[in-house]
């Protein structure tokens, strides 16, 4: 993985944050943000496989495990 693939990959899950955030303030806004709600369960859920994606790239980079780029 090159920096630049970390980088791509990191905006994506950042992206992706943004999205979760967004249908998490239409829920609570409806008063639907509850433990109880399969919705709810569903966002967490994402949210929980976001972090451990960005844990892995971050391992990843603290390892060293990057490549230079071929030019």
Request: aromatic share 6%; no cysteine.
């Amino acid at each position: 993985m090159t920096l630049n693939e970390y980088t791509e990959a990191a905006n994506a899950i950042y992206m992706e944050q943004q999205n979760i955030t967004q249908e998490l303030s239409k829920l609570a806004l409806s008063a639907r943000a509850l433990p109880t709600d399969p919705e709810f369960l569903s966002l967490m859920s994402r949210q929980w496989e976001l972090v451990q994606r960005l844990a892995s790239l971050n391992t990843q980079l603290m390892l060293g495990i990057m490549v230079v780029p071929k030019e």
